[in-house]
């Protein structure tokens, strides 16, 4: 082969490389641009979605007004879409917290989001993102118990007092079936606020 002829492969062979490359990079830069599904158990709860309890057993059974009891410490729950049996456990911030109260104590909007006097809220602190797990029974409060933020869930879980900047996001609930379903999106973002 001549000295002339394999200079011409060469810089054939180079634009063969340069011309994958610059596809390749195109596909990425294309695929980088497209928003990624989110896993339906990462989703947000949806309307018409059951809510399970969180007890460690492999089975989802769908929570009913009657599995919550007036008063006690708040049931922890996932939301679940019944269409797939999908719990939507891929986030903490779908985790709630489930409980219920004499309706008559209940202020106008919360009265308004509950189903039977069960009310449910995100089980996340605004303030640092912990986990909302104390209870006061003798009070009815819900506190955090990372830097003891509290809540009064009889009146749209407003602040009482603590470091947090908001009142725990509602989950609006409705009875379909003798369960209880989600009856609209949470009322503000769960999760930390960012100023």
């Known amino acids: 082969m001549s000295e002339k002829n394999c200079t011409g492969c060469l810089a054939a062979t180079r634009r063969k ?3 994958v ?5 195109l596909d990425a830069a294309g695929s980088l641009a497209r928003p990624a ?29 009657a599995d919550i009891a007036t008063g006690v410490r708040p049931v922890i729950a996932w939301p679940m879409d019944p269409a797939g049996n999908v719990v939507r456990d891929g986030s903490r911030l779908n985790k709630v917290l489930v409980l219920r109260l004499d309706p008559a104590t209940l202020s106008e909007e ?3 989001r509950a189903a039977d006097g069960v ?15 104390g209870w006061n029974a003798q009070d009815t409060i ?6 003891a933020s509290h809540y009064n869930p009889r009146d749209a ?15 609006p609930l409705a009875i379909a079936d003798g369960k209880l379903v989600v009856a609209k999106a949470f009322t503000s973002r769960p999760g930390i606020v960012h100023s």
């Open 110 to 112: 919360t009265r308004a």
């Open 17 to 19: 490389v340069l011309t």
């Open 37 to 65: 599904q989110a896993e339906p158990a990462d989703e947000r709860p949806q309307p018409g979605d059951l809510l399970v309890a969180i007890d460690g057993s492999a089975s989802a059974a769908a929570l009913t007004p």
């Open 157 to 171: 879980a407003a602040v009482i007092d603590g470091p947090t900047p908001r009142p725990l996001p509602a989950l």
């Open 119 to 133: 009310i449910a809220y995100s089980a996340i602190c605004p303030h640092a993102g912990c986990e909302v797990s």
């Open 21 to 25: 490359a610059s596809v390749l990079a």
């Open 142 to 147: 819900l506190e955090c118990s990372c830097h």
